[in-house]
């Protein structure tokens, strides 16, 4: 009996801890946005429209009083998307973009999907008034990007844009991304480079349709070669190698010829809001792609390009 009471307090005490944690992080995104809501007024020499940041500090109030909250983490984690770590005070033309991408994929929603952009996320036409109002404001007053940044946000929206095998227009399943391991077959599982294509061609920057990470390599060539993750900037076409380790295991199995080590290409983004660099590629299970973290086991950054 002690040991299980040991263990429930143990427990609680967890769950306190982490909701503790989303309250500060909860803080420092309210804080983040309502900067960016007195930013947009500056611009447009309007009263600063407070209801994002005011029912962020909603949430806040309501992780503070704790015990953790599974919904309200899963809340706070959407909301996270309208106010990306990416943002500066000092940038406000990254701003602006980020917005831009806001309005665009408001527009797309249509009346049907208001509610899942709704910032209460339970169908408050209000609500969701209020910020696609905020988001139009905003997009009218954004500056066109620059091709880096139109890279970016056309990597942005690529999860939500992915068909079951299309992306922009592009085919990325066929027979040469397919594999099949253990009787499970993954359409898209070679899909990276192709992803990658798609990309940039909505970008405004195509390269044509390829299939293979070094064709993709060699189509931008006349690109600036980035040689250390440090420096990344958005809108950079990022490059891995598959470790030794990695590869090994992948040739045991028989899935690539020994001494070719696999290879992976995607597009960077940014840091997420726990300040990781973060990529948007090709998730070789859903044969999709996502926003996932630079650093990932079993693959080595292996170099980017930045178009020029």
């Known amino acids: 009996m002690k040991i299980k009471i040991i263990v429930v307090a143990a427990l609680l005490a967890a769950g306190e801890a982490r909701a503790a944690g989303l309250a500060s992080d909860l803080e420092a995104l309210q804080r983040r946005a309502a900067a960016m809501e007195d930013a947009a ?39 996270r998307g309208f106010v990306d770590a990416r943002w500066t005070e000092e940038d406000e033309v990254r701003q602006s973009a980020l917005w831009r991408t806001l309005a665009e994929k408001v527009a ?3 009346e049907d999907g208001a509610a899942a952009f709704s910032p209460r ?14 988001a139009g404001m905003l997009s009218a007053a954004a500056p066109a990007p620059g091709i880096a940044e139109r ?3 056309a990597a942005d929206g690529a999860p939500a844009a992915a068909g079951e095998g299309t992306l922009y227009g592009f085919q990325t399943w066929t027979n040469d991304t397919k594999r099949t391991i253990a009787g499970m ?18 970008a405004g920057r195509g390269i044509g349709r390829h299939y293979g990470v070094d064709d993709v390599r060699s189509a931008l060539g006349g690109w600036k070669t980035i040689g ?11 490059f891995w190698k598959a470790t030794r380790l990695k590869a090994e295991l992948l040739w045991k199995l028989g899935h690539y010829p020994r001494g070719q080590y696999p290879q992976h290409v995607g597009v960077y983004v940014g840091k997420d809001f726990a300040g990781r660099r973060t990529t948007v590629d090709n998730n ?20 980017a390009r930045r178009a020029r």
């Open 41 to 79: 007024a500056r611009r447009d020499g309007a009263v600063a429209d407070r209801s994002l940041s005011s029912y962020l500090g909603e949430l806040r109030g309501r992780a503070a009083e704790g015990p953790e909250d599974a919904g309200l983490a899963r809340e706070a984690a959407g909301l």
């Open 185 to 202: 077959s993954y359409p898209g599982m070679l899909s990276c480079a192709i992803v990658v294509s798609a990309i940039l061609n909505k």
């Open 121 to 134: 996320g339970r169908g408050d036409d209000a609500a969701f008034g209020e910020l696609s109002s905020l």
């Open 108 to 110: 797309a929603l249509g």
């Open 151 to 153: 890279i970016a946000l």
């Open 284 to 303: 070789s299970l859903t044969g999709k792609p996502e926003r996932q973290t630079l650093s990932r086991w079993g693959n080595d950054f292996n170099g």
């Open 228 to 238: 250390d993750e440090s420096a990344l900037e958005r809108g950079d076409v990022v």
